[in-house]
């Protein structure tokens, strides 16, 4: 167990829709990560928070936005959904923001 | 733009002998590199890491070499074991800052 939670597992959606995603960092670490692997694909970074800020971006799409809150878990919100999005999407956390990260089990999206 | 390449979609090794995963980058920036193993339904875990300063890391069956002057990583695994059986990720930051992963490798080792 990393100690960083994701919620839900599964989702499953139609096209044009929005859905939230949330993440709970392992306990004191400052850094959250979002990532999406597609089919066959590598992790594909998409934005990281420290302690509330953000601090990099990746190749996230504008209908994607995220926020870390104050007591540090995050929440990525995608929207208008297309059949594309479906993918696994991991948070990860760390303590200072570099190096070694922690993932989460991830949330299998899945649109329809 | 990848700047990560595992150019191994698979590997299929015997149980006992050795596994050896490469990892290409082009970033030269790139400081600091780690393997990700990930099972299925589960998240990766950190495995191993190596900085730019050395050449070379060892975590009892695993090791991982780093040449910069060719930007080639490999990860050795002696012996495999088929519990090793798992998808490995390389990945790459310029000083700590994201990881770039690559598309992984998926190792069987077979008993």
């Known amino acids: 167990d990393s100690g960083v939670t994701q919620t839900p597992k599964h989702l499953i959606t139609a096209t044009g829709q929005r859905v939230t995603l949330r993440c709970s960092p392992r306990s004191g670490d400052l850094s959250v990560y979002w990532y999406q692997q597609s089919l066959d694909q590598g992790l594909q970074f998409l934005i990281q928070?420290?302690?509330?800020?953000?601090?990099a971006k990746g190749n996230i799409l504008e209908r994607f936005s995220a926020q870390q809150f104050p007591d540090l878990h995050s929440e990525l919100n995608l929207s208008s959904l297309e059949l594309g999005d479906s993918a696994l999407y991991f948070c990860?956390?760390?303590?200072?923001?570099?190096?070694?990260?922690?993932f989460g089990s991830g949330t299998q999206l899945s649109v329809l | 733009d990848q700047q990560v390449k595992q150019n191994s979609p698979s590997l299929s090794v015997q149980e006992g002998r050795i596994s050896i995963l490469n990892c290409d980058y082009t970033?030269?920036?790139?400081?600091?590199f780690l393997w990700y193993k990930k099972y299925p339904a589960e998240g990766p875990t950190f495995l191993i890491s190596?900085?730019?300063?050395?050449d070379k890391n060892e975590d009892g069956r695993f090791t991982v070499f780093l040449n910069k002057s060719a930007k080639h990583l490999s990860l050795h695994i002696v012996p495999s074991q088929p519990g090793d059986s798992a998808v490995y990720f390389c990945a790459a930051s310029e000083r700590g800052n994201k990881l770039v992963f690559g598309a992984g490798t998926i190792l069987r080792v077979k008993s």
């Open positions: 970033n030269s920036m790139f400081d600091y």
């Open positions: 990860a956390s760390s303590e200072t923001g570099r190096g070694k990260l922690f």
């Open positions: 928070y420290y302690n509330g800020e953000e601090r």
């Open positions: 190596i900085s730019s300063i050395k």
